[in-house]
């Protein structure tokens, strides 16, 4: 699995037989057979992704190009849960899952992940760290280093692009800010 920067405020994550562009901007020009939205809101231009089959921006169960997904509305934002070459994946902004650990949301809580991806939209609570069971915290977005601050993380791995094979991932948390 490989997550790269396509924009500030976007990201590619590649499995070894699809790949996913979550809110894609006007600036970006890519491939993918899967597009997710984290907003209801968010739009773009999908003359811009070549090879796309589904978009998915809203909640439900899904099952597109050999990955399966599940997605969650919450105040208006989405939570996806992603099963991607056999390893986990939970996708959503960080003020959408703070929201759902408060409701109890069976997505972000009670369940283990290989990796979490948020899309850092505020400062973040450090009980989040304790709610999600996973090896991997990908952050990412506008305030994606303040928000790593904020949960205690003082040495950050900072790249643009995060690649690993879900056996090789550290048994310790690992927090990445992807820039």
């Known amino acids: 699995m490989e997550v790269v920067v396509l924009s ?5 994550i590649k499995g070894k037989k699809v790949s996913i562009v979550v809110d894609p901007q006007k600036e970006v020009r890519t491939s993918a057979e899967v597009v997710l939205l984290l907003s209801k ?3 773009f231009d999908s003359s811009k992704i070549e090879g796309k089959r ?3 921006s809203g909640p439900g169960e899904y ?3 050999g990955i ?3 997605g969650e509305l919450m105040d208006g934002n989405l939570i996806y849960d992603i099963t991607l070459d056999y390893g986990n994946i939970l996708l959503a902004k960080s003020t959408a899952i703070e929201k759902s650990l408060q409701k109890k949301s069976e997505l ?3 369940k283990d992940y290989h990796v979490a991806i948020l899309a850092a939209d505020n400062l973040m609570n450090s009980d989040i760290l304790t709610k999600i069971s996973t090896r991997v915290l990908i952050l990412y977005g506008e305030k994606a280093e303040e928000a790593a601050k904020s ?4 040495d950050l791995k900072k790249t643009s692009k995060f690649s690993a094979a879900y056996e090789k991932l550290p048994q310790e948390m690992e927090t990445v800010v992807l820039e």
């Open 8 to 12: 500030k405020n976007s990201i590619k």
């Open 54 to 56: 589904i978009e998915i």
């Open 151 to 154: 949960l205690g993380k003082q």
């Open 108 to 110: 972000a809580e009670g």
């Open 68 to 70: 399966k997904i599940a």
């Open 63 to 65: 099952e597109a190009s």
């Open 41 to 43: 809101t968010s739009s």
